[in-house]
């Protein structure tokens, strides 16, 4: 029996977010240049993209550059963004015709201005896909974003337009980037590693993490169908008891 028919529908994870890891690692393997493992990865987004809008998946957050990454060599970066550019402009016939919305989340107004512009008109063309919507942190950390949104709030505070004494769970989260979207419930990291890498620390205060030694250039369809299958194994608490566990208090 195909991996896929293990799944049940009924209980999809609706937000998958991933830390797409070991693309040099990869290349390195083969004895090539670490730009060709991102080259290879950026095959892997596209089969993941696919097979998760196929699901019926609604969310996928892919973690493609991190603020830190800006300090690998200059190379290495100038080769990503300019992967970055190619792909975006590339792949936007596909996300129409898979009905893909395309959104990011980062500093965005790090990238360069080539890149801005892709992803921006790719965000534009793409604004009205509604099978998944695809996210991609980029020159996203969590430590940056919980910052901005606390400097935002104070802001508002400073020029009295919120009361410090409303600050709550469900308010900060709407001070985040990611504040369109529900929290992921499943993660996944890829390449063998056990950290975050300071990717939504505040989101997947719940989430199921997944964590798989395939480097990501590696990670097929079937991987996600093995990840989700494990994650509909797992018996979500939230802290509370078995016949009460049907979620944390600030999800509605
Ligand atoms: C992940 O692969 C892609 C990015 C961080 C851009 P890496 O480039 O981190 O690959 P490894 O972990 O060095 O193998
Ligand atoms: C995390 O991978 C960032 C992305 C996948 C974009 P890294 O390779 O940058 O993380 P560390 O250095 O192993 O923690
Ligand atoms: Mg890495």
């Known amino acids: 029996m195909d991996l896929k028919e293990h799944i049940d529908l009924e209980k999809l994870p609706s937000h998958v977010a991933v830390i797409m890891d070991g693309n040099g690692r990869w290349a390195q393997r ?18 993941i993209s696919e097979a998760a809008a196929e699901l019926g998946i609604s969310y996928l957050t892919l973690y493609a550059f991190s603020t830190e990454n800006w300090g690998r060599p200059r190379d290495e970066v100038s080769a ?13 016939k596909t996300l129409m015709k898979n009905n893909i919305r395309l959104q990011a989340i980062g500093n965005l107004a790090d990238l360069d201005d080539r890149c801005l512009e892709e992803l921006k008109e790719a965000i534009q063309t793409t604004s009205g896909n509604d099978r998944m919507t695809l996210i991609l942190a980029l020159s996203y950390s969590s430590r940056w974003e919980i910052v901005e949104a606390a400097r935002s709030l104070a802001r508002k505070a400073l020029h009295h337009q919120l009361d410090p004494q409303h600050i709550d769970d469900n308010l900060f989260a709407l001070h985040l980037t990611t504040s369109p979207y529900p929290d992921p ?13 300071n990717f939504l620390l505040w ?21 996600l169908y093995e990840a989700v299958i494990d994650f509909q194994k797992r018996e979500r608490r939230f802290g509370k008891i078995t016949s009460y566990s049907d979620g944390p208090d600030y999800v509605s």
């Open 203 to 223: 989101q997947i205060a719940y989430a199921e993490l997944y964590f798989t030694p395939k480097l990501w250039p590696d990670f097929t369809r079937n991987d």
């Open 30 to 47: 083969k004895g090539k240049e670490r730009v060709f493992g991102h080259e290879q990865g950026v095959k892997a987004v596209r089969e």
């Open 185 to 197: 419930e499943l993660l996944i990291r890829t390449s063998g590693e056990y950290r975050l890498s």
């Open 80 to 92: 990503l963004m300019k992967l970055l550019v190619q792909t975006i402009g590339e792949e936007t």
